[in-house]
């Protein structure tokens, strides 16, 4: 099994990427956006090129295009859930 390693700015494009797609969903423009989460039209647009926005302003945008209960499930730890690896040693190790 090859591991999948991912990096922030794999995770800020993977947001990026989402939040558009439900922008565009919706049939929203950036500027109906902004009004709608007061998240400025510029700071949107270049959230969707680079992925870079403050974490506030990237909730104001989830909470605007999707279920702010969504995003807080994945702070929620579930019993059932397996622990991911914390560093590079557990995943070179036997136990994976």
Same mark, same amino acid.
């Given at each position: 099994?090859?591991?999948?390693?991912?990096?922030?700015?794999?995770?800020?494009?993977?947001?990026?990427?989402? %939040?558009?797609? *439900? !922008? &565009?969903?919706?049939? @929203?423009? +950036?500027?109906?956006?902004?009004?709608?989460?007061?998240?400025?039209?510029?700071?949107?647009?270049?959230?969707?090129?680079?992925?870079?926005?403050?974490?506030?302003?990237?909730?104001?945008?989830?909470?605007? %295009?999707?279920? *702010? !209960? &969504?995003?807080?499930? @994945?702070? +929620?730890?579930?019993?059932?859930?397996?622990?991911?690896?914390?560093?590079?040693?557990?995943?070179?190790?036997?136990?994976?």
């Amino acid at each position: 099994m090859t591991p999948f390693l991912i990096d922030d700015t794999d995770v800020q494009q993977a947001f990026a990427a989402h %939040l558009r797609r *439900l !922008r &565009r969903q919706a049939k @929203l423009s +950036r500027d109906a956006l902004a009004e709608r989460s007061g998240v400025p039209a510029s700071t949107i647009k270049k959230f969707e090129l680079t992925g870079q926005i403050s974490f506030r302003q990237l909730l104001l945008l989830w909470q605007s %295009l999707d279920d *702010l !209960r &969504r995003l807080y499930a @994945l702070t +929620r730890h579930s019993p059932d859930q397996a622990e991911m690896p914390s560093s590079i040693d557990e995943v070179l190790s036997d136990d994976l």
